[in-house]
């Protein structure tokens, strides 16, 4: 494989700590959300990672169409990342939820599925992460 970029992060102190971008874009708290955790101002891995899965799959889907010649009107993607605790240790789970505008249901689907396949995050965690998708097209 040719190797198009790279992006680096630092992380300090693990889920108490903190995470910085190389590039200077993001210098971010870290925090375990529990009872009695104050969050404000704090974020998990969980929910970087769901932030930039969504982005990654929206793009995925862009170029799923394009190849397919298929025109969209516009694409939403909520990405929901849990923690999970199970007798092997622990996992995430991810649910997107996806809305495509100016196709049918079917090319919705069809996008979604294709763009699984080109997603460089979903090729990442494939097999070993489970992923729902939720498809609305309007």
Do not use: W
């Not at 009872?35 to 932030?51: I, W």
């Not at 622990?90 to 689907?109: F, L, R």
Request: charged share 20%.
């Amino acid at each position: 494989m040719q190797k198009l970029f790279t992006s680096s992060a630092t992380a300090v102190g693990g889920r108490q700590g903190s995470v910085a971008s190389e590039s200077g874009t993001y210098d971010l708290e870290l925090g375990m959300p529990m009872p009695g955790v104050d969050m404000t101002g704090k974020t998990t891995p969980e929910e970087l990672f769901a932030g930039a899965y969504a982005a990654c799959f929206d793009s995925a889907m862009t170029i799923a169409a394009m190849q397919k010649r298929i025109q969209l009107a516009g694409s939403e993607i909520t990405s929901h990342v849990s923690l999970n605790k199970g007798a092997e240790g622990y996992a995430i789970s991810v649910e997107m939820n996806i809305t495509i505008k100016g196709v049918d249901q079917s090319t919705a689907e069809m996008i979604v599925e294709e763009g699984h396949k080109v997603c460089p995050f979903s090729n990442a965690i494939r097999n070993n992460v489970e992923v729902s998708f939720n498809v609305k097209a309007e």
